[in-house]
T-cell receptor, first 112, second 113 residues
Framework: DAMVIQNPRYQVTQFGKPVTLSCSQT?????MYWYQQKSSQAPKLLFH???????NEADTPDNFQSRRPNTSFCFLDIRSPGLGDAAMYLC???????????FGDGTRLSIL | GESVGLHLPTLSVQEGDNSIINCAYS??????FIWYKQESGKGPQFIID?????DKRQGQRVTVLLNKTVKHLSLQIAATQPGDSAVYFC????????????FGKGTLLTVNP
C-alpha cells in the first residue's frame, strides 16, 4: 500500500524536450517536496508546496517548475532538459514541520 | 552546510555485529533530526527521529544519539543483518523553516554474511 507514488519509475527524454514527472499521495499531507538526487549524493531540495503556497530554493534552476493542482498531486516540469539534469527525482510529503518526510521510490530520468 | 561528494563513506560489518553510523550536522539551531535508509533504486525510508530536547531515542534494533555540544548524531544498529545493507542519511531541519530538511552525505553500510 504505497503512500507516495511516483510515475513513471523510469523516464527517458531527449535533450531539450520538455518532460513532466508525477507524484501522488494518499496521506493527505499538507506539504509536498521535490528533490533531485544524483549518484552517490544526498537528495537536494528543489522546491516544496505548503498547501498551495509554492517555495522555491534559491539555487533551483529556472528550467525546473512545479504544479500542485490539488492536495494529492504534484508535478515536476523540466522545460528544456540538459544532460546535467539526468538524475533520480524524489517526491516526498509531510504533515507539518518537525515530522518525518515520506518519500516515493523516485523517477530515474535519463537524457539522450 | 551541505557538501557534495562523489564517494560515500563506507562501513563494512559482519552479520550479527553492531553498527554505528556517525553524522556531523551543521546548524546549531536545528531542533529536529532524522535518519533515513535508502536501498538501491528506492526512495529514502524513515528509520527513526529525535528532537533536540532529547539525547537518546530507541526503536526496534536502532538507537539514535544526539550530542548537541559537538553537533553530532549517531545511529546504532544492533545485530546487523544483510537486509540492513543500504545507504544511511542523516538529516536536520534547517534554514529557519521546520518544513525543510538538509541531508548529510550518506554512509554506505555493507553487511557481510
Amino acid at each position: 500500500d504505497a503512500m507516495v507514488i511516483q510515475n513513471p519509475r523510469y523516464q527517458v527524454t531527449q535533450f531539450g524536450k520538455p518532460v513532466t514527472l508525477s507524484c501522488s499521495q494518499t496521506l493527505n499531507h499538507n506539504v509536498m517536496y521535490w528533490y533531485q538526487q544524483k549518484s552517490s549524493q544526498a537528495p537536494k531540495l528543489l522546491f516544496h508546496y505548503y498547501d498551495k503556497d509554492f517555495n522555491n530554493e534559491a539555487d533551483t534552476p529556472d528550467n525546473f517548475q512545479s504544479r500542485r493542482p490539488n492536495t494529492s498531486f504534484c508535478f515536476l516540469d523540466i522545460r528544456s532538459p540538459g544532460l546535467g539534469d539526468a538524475a533520480m527525482y524524489l517526491c516526498a510529503t509531510s504533515s507539518e514541520g518537525g515530522q518525518p518526510q515520506h518519500f516515493g521510490d523516485g523517477t530515474r530520468l535519463s537524457i539522450l | 552546510g551541505e557538501s557534495v561528494g562523489l564517494h560515500l563513506p563506507t562501513l563494512s560489518v559482519q552479520e550479527g555485529d553492531n553498527s554505528i553510523i556517525n553524522c556531523a550536522y551543521s546548524n546549531s539551531a536545528s531542533d529536529y533530526f532524522i535518519w533515513y535508509k535508502q536501498e538501491s533504486g528506492k526512495g529514502p525510508q524513515f528509520i527513526i527521529d529525535i528532537r533536540s530536547n532529547m539525547d537518546k531515542r530507541q526503536g526496534q534494533r536502532v538507537t539514535v544519539l544526539l550530542n548537541k555540544t559537538v553537533k553530532h548524531l549517531s545511529l546504532q544498529i544492533a545485530a546487523t543483518q544483510p537486509g540492513d545493507s543500504a545507504v544511511y542519511f542523516c538529516a536536520e531541519n534547517s534554514g529557519g523553516s521546520n518544513y525543510k530538511l538538509t541531508f548529510g552525505k550518506g554512509t554506505l553500510l555493507t553487511v557481510n554474511p
